[in-house]
């Protein structure tokens, strides 16, 4: 008996298990006055679809895995470091809401033989509502590689954050959300 516990045991331990997938993109805007005395409330939502951010494939095999973390919190705190930075004042408080939705957030991976592919999909909406209007608009990204071998999970991890955060910097650059919230 005890050795079918330990051959049980054994097998468990040997068993693919689901790894550690963490998104945590971080943005560093150089403090400036672009956002100077803007004043509105921020937040971050997922509207995603899907559940999960990492989807492995393979053969007929697929898994599918959410982060570690809680990508909408970190998103929310990086977004809000950075239009702080920028000289905006958040209050929750604010007629003018800005919101970020996470639309798409993803790596997919394509496990082979001898290979690996990996396609990320980010997509960002701003929502900007004010006593003016509503404005929106997406900002997007794809990226994709090829790597010898079984997928590295740290290597997935750095490029989705790495096209993150240049979504993430393309719409922190750009100027028509800021006279939007500006109103």
Known sequence: MRYVLFATLLLTGCSSQVP??????QVYPASSNQLS??????AVSDERGIAYTLRLKDGDKVQQIMTSND?????EQTLSQALTAQGAVLDINSNTQMTVKIAQL???VD???LEHVVTNQVAFKVYVQNAQ???????????SFTAPFKMDVAAVERELRLLT???????????????AVRG
């Open 20 to 25: 550690n997938f963490i998104v945590a993109p």
């Open 37 to 42: 005395q803007a004043r509105f409330a921020f």
């Open 71 to 75: 990508v909408r919190s970190q998103l």
């Open 106 to 108: 993803q790596a997919l």
């Open 111 to 113: 496990q082979r033989t």
């Open 133 to 143: 209007g509503t404005f929106s608009k997406t900002y997007s990204g794809d990226s």
């Open 165 to 179: 955060e240049q979504v993430l910097t393309q719409l922190l650059q750009d100027s028509s959300w800021q006279q």
